[in-house]
């Protein structure tokens, strides 16, 4: 399984929908960076996706992200 590392840039596999009316949506291929994880409960990473407004982690498991390539923005 693929581990990531707190601070690494990542990006996304899924889409993750608005949770309510107004609420920050984030399609699949959004980049953002690794802030916590994994959890001693599975393999959830905590990640601070890019253009977030309320700058709030997003929990994803291990296979809902990809490294980041060396081009994309830091």
Request: net charge negative.
């Amino acid at each position: 399984m693929t581990t990531y590392r707190i601070g690494e840039r990542v990006r996304t596999t899924v889409d993750a929908p608005a949770g309510w009316t107004g609420a920050f949506s984030a399609p699949a291929g959004t980049l953002g960076r690794i802030v916590n994880g994994p959890t001693p409960w599975g393999e959830f990473y905590g990640v601070l996706l890019d253009g977030d407004p309320d700058n709030m982690p997003s929990s994803y498991s291990a296979d809902e992200l990809t490294h980041a390539n060396e081009e994309d923005p830091r």
